[in-house]
C-alpha cells in the first residue's frame, strides 16, 4: 500500500504536495545541506532543489535560505517542517496498518478517550478481554477533557468518558455545542475528597471545603489557556487558593501521592476494587453540586455496535464502583 499525494485547503484553494517533496524537506533538514540530501537518497541535487522549489511556490513560503554551509531554515520553514514530519509518521502508521493483512477476516477498530477514572479503565479491560480472540486495535486515551472533547471531535476517540456539575455545564456545554458533540449522563454523584485511611479526616461521615485547607490539595496538570472549569478537581476553594498545592499529570502519581502523606485531592470519589490502592477512601464533601458521569458522542449519531458494548460495559464498571465505594465507608 502506498500513499502519493497529500492535501491541503488553505486561503479557499487547495493546494496538493506529495510525500515525496515533504520527505526530501526532511531529509534536507537531517543532512544540512541539498547536496548530501540528494546523496543519501541517491537523487540528483537539482531533482531535489527543483520538487522543493516547486512546494515552496504552492504554499508561498521560504522553507530554507541556500548558504555556503549549507542550509538554513526559515521560522515558517520550521514549522512546516514539524507538520511534514507529522504526515510523514502518519503515513507509515497507515501504510503498516493496512498492509500484509492477507488472512484477517475481520478487525475491530476502537478508541475510548476520558478523564482520569478508574471506572473507564476497567471498562477497558473488560472491553479488550471480551475481544480477546479477534484482530483489533484497541486505544485508551486518558487525558484531561478538553482533549477528550477534542478527540471525539476530530474522531480519534470513538466515545469519550467526562464529568460535569451544575458549576461547569454551563461552559462545557458551549464547547460541546461548538464541536457538535452532546453530552450523555449514566450517573450522579456527590462530590469527594481523596484520602488515606488514617488521614485525620478520614473518619469523618462528611467534610466542609473548609476542613481541607489545612492540607496539600493535588490538582491534575492542565493546558495553558485552558479555563478553570475544565479541571479534573471539584470546584473548591473559590475564595482562595490553597497555601500547598502539588500539581501532576497522572492519576496514577495522585493515588500513589495521597495513599502515603496527608495531601488530599477530589472529584467523584469513586474507587474500583483491584485498580484503586487499597490504603485509600474518599469522603463526600457537604455544599458542593452533585458530580455527573457520563460519555460524550457525536451529535446525530447512533452508536456503533462497539461503542454500544462499550457502554454498557461503562455503566456496568461505574455501578460496581459506587457500591464498592459505598463499602468501603461502611466498613
Not at 12 to 18: A, K, S, Y
Not at 81 to 99: F, N
Not at 141 to 163: K, L, M, P, Q, Y
Not at 178 to 188: A, D, G, P, V, Y
Request: charged share 25%.
Amino acid at each position: 500500500m502506498h500513499i502519493i499525494d497529500t492535501y491541503l485547503f488553505s486561503n479557499g484553494e487547495w493546494i496538493v504536495m506529495t510525500f515525496q517533496q515533504l520527505n526530501y524537506l526532511v531529509e534536507i533538514s537531517k543532512c544540512g545541506s541539498i547536496n548530501k540530501a540528494a546523496q543519501k537518497l541517491f537523487l540528483s541535487q537539482s531533482g531535489i532543489s527543483i520538487a522543493i522549489k516547486e512546494l515552496e511556490e504552492e504554499l508561498n513560503i521560504t522553507f530554507f535560505i541556500r548558504t555556503n554551509k549549507g542550509v538554513t531554515f526559515t521560522p515558517e520553514g520550521r514549522e512546516f517542517l514539524s507538520h511534514a514530519v507529522s504526515l510523514l509518521d502518519s503515513k507509515k502508521r497507515i501504510e503498516l496498518m493496512y498492509s500484509n493483512r492477507s488472512g484477517h477476516t475481520t478487525s475491530t477498530y476502537f478508541s475510548v478517550a476520558t478523564q482520569r477514572y478508574p471506572f473507564t479503565q476497567d471498562a477497558f479491560m473488560k472491553f479488550t478481554n471480551l475481544h480477546r480472540d479477534e484482530t483489533y486495535r484497541l486505544q485508551f486515551i486518558e487525558t484531561g477533557i478538553e482533549s477528550v472533547i477534542e478527540d471525539v471531535s476530530n474522531r480519534s476517540a470513538d466515545v469519550g468518558v467526562v464529568s460535569e456539575s451544575e458549576l461547569t455545564e454551563k461552559i462545557i456545554g458551549k464547547l460541546l455545542d461548538s464541536r457538535e458533540i452532546e453530552f450523555h449522563e449514566l450517573f450522579t454523584v456527590k462530590p469527594c475528597v481523596y484520602v488515606k485511611k488514617d488521614h485525620p479526616l478520614a473518619s469523618k461521615d462528611s467534610v466542609t471545603e473548609n476542613d481541607l485547607k489545612d492540607y496539600p490539595y493535588i490538582t491534575f496538570e492542565q493546558t495553558e489557556g485552558v479555563a478553570i472549569d475544565f479541571s479534573e478537581e471539584c470546584q473548591l476553594f473559590t475564595t482562595e487558593t490553597p497555601a500547598r498545592r502539588i500539581i501532576i499529570n497522572t492519576r496514577e502519581a495522585a493515588v500513589d501521592l495521597v495513599s502515603v502523606s496527608d495531601a488530599v485531592t477530589t472529584g467523584s470519589g469513586l474507587l474500583v476494587k483491584g485498580i484503586s490502592p487499597d490504603g485509600i477512601k474518599s469522603v463526600v464533601i457537604d455544599g458542593q453540586p452533585d458530580i455527573k458521569i457520563g460519555y460524550v458522542v457525536p451529535k446525530d449519531t447512533a452508536l456503533s455496535p462497539l461503542a454500544e458494548e462499550f457502554v454498557n460495559i461503562l455503566t456496568d464498571s461505574i455501578r460496581e464502583s459506587i457500591a464498592y465505594t459505598e463499602s468501603l465507608r461502611n466498613a
